[in-house]
């Protein structure tokens, strides 16, 4: 089973809860960082074992002993990373995403493909936890392959969590692309409703099963609440408004650690969204409410 955690903006506590359903979990539990530009996963663990990849993506090189001038790479290429104007072309290897597109369509095979370096995977094990996470490089744009590559070490067969990019662009469609669930997670405020509207747009083009996680519940009105209902939305769980609960996470600790009573509402949730049940219902109520 693999579950997305998602949100339409950054800030609503999103890595909170992916990393304490991790821990709740209590058994084996691949956690994946995939917000690769601000991985932030690995302030709330205490890592072991920590191995690093450096990651490269192939862009072009132009022989212009062979290139006519012709035009067929630019045509071709739709992020405008390599451009001719009758002459050998220009290439703009950040925006270049490595598809080996230009190459391919090349009359005079006048173009080949050297490595560039984008960033790195790490990985490393904090008890049940396997922690994946992506570190891109500075200056670099090319979230999505990162992604890909931090996704391509999930192991088959174990239960991952996959802490996704804030927003709605790029590099979360790479994230949720072949998870079996997500959960969007949200405050009940304005800004957090029209922010989750667009994520739940975001997965039902994807076609993902999804419900709703209200982060800080009881500090804002109801309008998420009442969105969900009118959507038919499982909410799937409320946490609540608790002071206790930003001192712990300023002190880089885990709620399902510092607050034990939130362990169990926690634990339910991950056994529900993990165990590889055939479904997770299309509406259930609440875990906790304030
Ligand atoms: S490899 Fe793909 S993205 Fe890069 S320049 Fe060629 S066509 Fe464009
Ligand atoms: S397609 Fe090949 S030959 Fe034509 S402009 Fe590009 S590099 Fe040169």
């Known amino acids: 089973m693999i579950l997305a955690v998602a949100s339409g903006k950054g800030g609503t506590g999103k890595t909170t809860v992916a990393l304490n359903l991790a821990r709740a979990w209590g058994k084996p539990v691949q956690l994946l960082d995939c917000d690769v ?9 205490d890592l072991a074992g920590t191995e690093r990849e450096i990651v490269s993506i192939p862009v072009p090189e132009v022989d212009e002993s062979l290139c006519d001038g012709c035009g067929e790479c630019g045509k071709f290429c739709q992020y405008h990373a390599i451009v001719s104007f009758g002459t050998t072309p220009l290439i703009f290897a950040e925006m270049c ?38 570190r891109l490089d500075v200056g670099s744009a090319m979230a999505p392959p990162l992604i890909r590559e931090v996704k391509a070490r999930l192991r088959p067969g174990l239960p991952a969590i996959l802490d996704a990019p804030p927003g709605t662009s790029c590099p979360v469609v790479a994230t949720l692309r072949g998870a079996d669930f997500a959960a969007l997670v949200t405050e009940p405020t304005p800004f957090g409703l029209h922010d989750l509207e667009l ?32 959507q038919n939305i499982p909410v799937l ?54």
Do not use: M, W
């Open 37 to 45: 530009e601000e991985p932030n996963v690995h302030l709330f663990l």
């Open 97 to 134: 995403h490595g598809c080996g597109g230009c190459a391919l369509v090349c009359p005079r095979k006048a173009i080949r493909e050297v490595k560039r370096r984008i960033g790195a995977v790490e990985t490393a094990r904090a008890g049940d936890i396997a922690l994946v996470q992506g």
């Open 199 to 230: 994520a739940v747009e975001t997965v039902r083009e994807i076609g993902l099963p999804f419900g709703v996680v209200i982060n800080r519940s009881g500090s804002g009105d109801d309008r998420v609440r009442d969105y969900c209902a009118g």
């Open 237 to 290: 769980l409320e946490i609540p408004d608790d002071r206790r609960i930003a001192e712990a996470y300023s002190r880089g600790k885990l709620i399902v650690e510092a607050l034990p009573e939130y362990l169990g509402i926690f634990r339910t949730l991950a056994e529900k969204l993990l165990s590889g049940a055939a479904a997770v219902p299309s509406a259930f109520s609440p875990l906790f409410s304030p």
